[in-house]
């Protein structure tokens, strides 16, 4: 018996050797077979662990406890017929095991009394693919033909394979939030916008209506601090619905919020698209419900604050689920700001139409509607500039009100644009020139994006402008002297289409010293010193010529272009050089002039002759020239073609100062302002652009134009600004049609513009001027240069009288004859001979237009004139002494050598007008020799 135990336990022994070389071979061959990851001791270590599985592990450690030494004995006891060896041992069963010891076996026994064997689990399938490092290895082999192998496959199928480890997020994907953050972040932010949202609807309260008790008035001064106005009386009728037009409310409606009685107060996808336009630069956007609006106009103020609008937010839910609709759109129809000064519909459809709101029709309705988007603008009496625009937003109303059913198909066809009315209705203490210098004060800031329109509304602003009280003084009687007086609307019918417009302008400082808007802002709604839908006519025929000198230009035939250059002036000859379509502009009255310098195609206002040197300078850079001079670069029809030259641009009254201006001081051009300081509550609360002054063009071709200007006034067609008593040089105008007529001019000292314009009062369409005054036309050389002498002479009484002082172009003395003789039209030598005109106005080639009572200089005869045009002593058809030309232009009166008193060098007759100058044969050469007269000798230095 005992000899049968140390044979069992030398049999354990030597399986258990026999197992441990094994496993040191299962190891070494996975180590080979993972080559350099066989460094990774302990992952290796769970690998023989999962290969053995949770059974063999525990096989393991009931080797090392007592129970395994009862296992042994059992061993070594006879088994029972039919059951497995040693079922219940996990070392017969074959399992390996690294850390078994040969030495369990003789570990003290407890006892020796049998245990009855441990019946096997059933032993489960297990997939060997699961596990492929396990399914290669040779102890694992070598255990699923051990005895126990069912016993340890079991463990490990019950354990399952291993879950991988997710990979670690590397580079950029670490910056990302995962899901579960994303999800996160979203749950809390809607939670906590739900708290704000309810917290902010209980803490904000329905104030009190107190938008008539902050409003405030702003208040206009003049220079010396003298009041000019003040706006802060408010024109309002406050009516019930019942007393508002029905298609004037549906106006209204399709033009704000045109699902008002279906929606909410607010509308979230409206005010997100505001926002997202706004962002992206297409200008500011509300985004408001008619209910929103109502509450800014009612409850709040008007500045732009994240405070105001969240206020407002709340507020109009509340009020939407306290106040009825219809009661919401009454108070929006009575607080709503239509311009004009008028708050409501009751007091807009007095200012624009003369009416009650109970009368307005749909065409009516829609176009207040269109108003309040942009009263400013969209008032097309005020900015007939912007028509387009504002008719474009009325055809946006009607056709949003034929959508929503408000007015049939068949109606809407039918409806013509309502002009509406010239008056505003209602003083409000703006009558006379207050509302217009108001008008251009506001629009000045909102330009020049120094204050909104509604911080404007806000009021509580102290304004100080640049204007001189004198100066505002002065033109207003200038006016009324020159043309008002003079007009009679009930015998003439022609009269009743007068308009007037001036601006005067400082020229080294650009302040707008004088503004000249209407005859009374009540009467007539327009201001004619800013509205841009005039052409400004041969007015701009000077900067063509400071283009040329500019670029040194040449003519066709490659001569320099000078004063003394002399083109073909022959009537309708077709510009050379251009690409574009035939052009051939007639010159006024029909004249052809022949060969013409351009010192006296200035005079005369030749527009053959400017049209030609449009094109040789290049009308680009004719027109880059005029924006830099000051017209804004988006004046109406500043077209680069050679009209360019006669003035279709439609240049407002002020802007044309400007550009002026700029010319009176020597090319530096100083951005004209209306604005010295703004403050509120005595603090400067608001900043104005920097004043700076710039060289835009140079000083020669500023002066040499200002040389050939200053013959205009002395020799061509503005000899009437000779009775201002000031060294002057101008330029006169005639829009086309007759419509308007310019003078341009300026001293060293002043830059005025007076435009007389024809508009009638109840279609505000432009008139021609014919039979206005009882004359059968107003020209430049007319009423415009009477209003600016005058003006001028008053304006500067006082002051010391300033010459020029010019530096002129090289060799602008020089006279350069074209290449070829003038085109067909030119009057032949039989013509001259006997004084005929051959059935059109004429003019000797080769001679000053017009004589020039014999070009008489400081007592002598035959030399050149004031403007240094040579003369051959003003002989045609065999007359001498200044007898009117062929074509019975007027002479000037030539004075000599500083005699005054308007002598004549013989029988003149009125004659014909040249571009709105008519002389009386000597009548304006009062001043004539007063002050030293211009030659081309030499430059003139400062």
Known sequence: MATREAGAAREARAAQETEAARETEAVRETEAARGPEAARGPEVTRELRAVRGPGATRASRAAHTPGAARGSQAARTPAAPGAPAAAGAPEAAGVPEARRTTGAAHRPKAAHIPEPA??????????????????????????????????????????????????????????????????????????????????????????SANALATKQSNVYLYADGTEIARDGTVNRETVDLSQISEAAQHAVLAAEDRDFYTESAIDPKAMLRAGWNTALGKGKQSGST?????VKNYYLAQEQTVTRKVKEFFIAIKLDRETSKDDILEGYLNTSYFGRNAYGMQAAAKAYYGVDAAKLTAAQGAYLAALVNAPSEYDVIAHPENRKAAEARWNYVLDGMVT???????????????????????????????????????DYLRTNKIATTDELEAGGYRITTTLDKKKQNAFVKAVDDQLMDKLDPKNRKADTYVRAGGAAVEPKTGNVLALYGGIDYVKQYTNNATRRDFQVGSTFKPFVLTAAVENDSETQDRRRITPNTVYDGTNKRPVQGWSGETYAPENEDYVNYGNIDVRTATDKSVNSVYAQMAVDVGPEKVKQTAVELGLPSDTPDLNPYPSIALGTATASVLD???????????????TYTLIDKI???????????????????????????????????????????????????????????????????????????????????VTAAHKPLYGAMGLPRINGGGAPTQIWAQFTRNALKGTPVKDFTLRLQQGSEETAYPSSEPSAGEPSASDEADGSTGGQNTQTPGTSPGGTDGGTTDGTTGGTTTGGTPTTGGTTGGSTGGNTSTGGTPTTGGTTGGTTGGSTGGDTSTGTTTDGSTSDGGGTGTLGGTFPQLTNRRPIEE
Not at 414 to 442: C, H, W
Not at 716 to 744: N, Y
Request: proline content about 8%.
């Open 656 to 670: 044309m100062a400007e550009a002026y201006a700029t010319l009176a001081n020597h090319g530096r051009h100083g």
């Open 290 to 294: 008619i209910t929103q609006q109502y």
């Open 118 to 207: 441990r019946v096997p689990e059933p032993a489960r399938v297990s997939d060997p693919a699961r596990t492929p490092e396990a399914a290669g290895s040779p102890a694992a082999a070598h255990a699923s033909e051990a005895p126990g192998a069912p016993q340890a496959a079991s463990a490990a199928d019950a354990a399952g394979p291993k879950r991988p480890k997710r990979p670690k997020r590397t580079g950029w994907r670490r910056l990302l939030p995962t899901w579960r953050m994303v999800l996160g972040t979203f749950v809390l932010a809607a939670l906590l916008l739900v708290g704000l949202f309810f917290l902010g609807y209980s803490l904000v309260k329905i104030p």
């Open 679 to 761: 403050t509120r509550n005595g603090v400067d609360v608001l900043d104005l652009p920097e004043r700076k002054t710039s060289q835009v063009i140079s000083r020669e071709a500023a002066d040499t134009t200002t040389s050939v200007l200053r013959s205009v006034v002395q020799n061509g067609t503005a000899t009437a600004a000779l009775a201002a008593g000031r060294p002057a040089a101008g330029k006169t105008g005639t829009a086309e049609k007759d419509t308007a007529a310019w003078f341009a001019g300026y001293t060293p000292d002043l830059a005025t513009v007076v435009a007389v314009m024809g508009q009638d009062p």
């Open 404 to 442: 929503k059913g408000w007015l049939s198909e068949a109606d809407r066809t039918g409806l013509a644009f309502p002009s509406p009315k010239e008056t505003s209705g209602a003083d409000n203490g703006m009558s006379g020139q207050r509302g217009y210098l108001v008008t251009a004060i506001k």
